[in-house]
């Protein structure tokens, strides 16, 4: 018998959300590594490589950050992330 929680479709979008545009880590991934222990924004960049890309966490840092507060739960309300010089959201 599955013990596991079946997930709501919302649920299973913020999993597949990329987080971190410039590595393409989706959010799930970043929760992982958040329930694993990773309780900073350093350590989250470390175990899944995120932060590393051509922003250097410019987009997802904050993004990242709220997961950290969330204790890895994933973000379902809609973000948007963006730099001062980028005429995209992401």
């Not at 479709?9 to 393409?24: D, H, M, Q, R, S």
């Amino acid at each position: 018998m599955n013990s596991e929680k079946k997930l709501s479709i919302e649920e299973i979008k913020a999993k597949i959300k990329v987080v971190c545009i410039c590595k393409g880590i989706k959010q799930g991934k970043i929760c992982e590594a958040i329930t694993k222990g990773a309780d900073t924004r350093d350590k989250v960049n470390t175990a899944t490589g995120s932060g590393s890309g051509g922003c250097k966490a410019t987009r997802c840092g904050p993004v990242i950050d709220k997961l950290i507060e969330n204790k890895g739960k994933p973000i379902i309300e809609p973000y948007k992330t963006e730099i001062e010089d980028d005429d995209m959201c992401y």
